[in-house]
């Protein structure tokens, strides 16, 4: 079971995310301040930190330093840090250096969960077969194309078809999934080309959805079988 403990105070993209996190699973334990969090870290390995910058009792430096100190059984743990826009240049300077990934609070909630899911191993898939269409903005006007998914998972997307989209393109998505009304929309950016055995496609990771897309998402992903 995936371990994950949240130091510092609630926000509310962690009111939105942990229930989620609770859903699929995760093992949660939270602690108000950043000196009982070095107490508990000294005793009990986590698969992933997430610290709300600034912590109360414990400045964040001196806490990833004690994170990664020699011994510590989180030396190889994920950090990640939730900071407001005018702290994040501020703890920037920790990535790299012993903090993974740093989080704005200002940011869509699903900006957090997106960034867990990718710090926590490989995230699970499933075969979804489903219509998606792609859309690329340019000077002349949008580029659509109409792609079919072979897997689905809480950071992204391998799909057939889209070949004409570069890598590093940003494209809004519409993700027709079979018993739902309305399509789950958002953002994606192409990540790598895909050509497993079949006709050329692309891996993208999602970068934000609109409304309810990523509960909902998530509800498709933790369904015991999905059907075409």
């Known amino acids: 079971m995936t371990r994950v403990l949240i130091v510092g105070a609630e926000t509310p993209a962690l009111q939105r995310v ?3 996190l609770l ?12 000196d009982e969090a070095a107490a508990v870290l000294q005793q009990t390995a986590f698969d992933l930190v997430i610290i709300r910058h600034p912590t109360a009792g414990l400045p964040v430096g001196e806490l990833v330093s004690r994170i990664r100190a020699a011994g510590s059984p989180n030396r190889h743990c994920g ?6 826009a005018q702290s994040v240049g501020e703890v920037g300077q920790l990535l ?13 909630s699903d900006r957090l969960l997106l960034a867990v899911a990718d710090m926590i191993t490989v995230p699970p898939r499933r075969s979804v ?19 079919l998914t072979r897997n689905v998972s809480a950071t992204g997307m391998l799909v057939q078809g889209g070949s004409e989209f570069p890598i590093g393109s ?18 994606c950016e192409v990540v790598r080309r895909a050509t497993e055995g079949w006709p050329d496609g692309i891996g993208v990771r999602f970068r934000s959805f609109e409304e ?6 998530q509800r498709l992903l933790s369904c015991p079988q999905t059907k075409a």
Do not use: C, K, T, Y
């Open 129 to 147: 077969r489903a219509v998606v269409q792609l859309e690329l903005w340019v000077e002349s006007g949008a580029v659509r194309s109409l792609a």
């Open 23 to 34: 859903r699929a699973d995760f093992l949660l334990q939270r602690v108000p301040r950043g």
């Open 18 to 20: 942990v229930p989620l």
């Open 212 to 217: 309810d897309g990523m509960e909902r998402l």
């Open 170 to 187: 940003i494209l809004r998505f519409e993700l027709i999934v079979p018993g739902e009304e309305a399509p789950i929309r958002g953002e």
């Open 79 to 84: 950090v990640l840090l939730l900071a407001d």
């Open 96 to 108: 790299g250096h012993g903090v993974n990934r740093v989080v704005s609070l200002e940011g869509p």
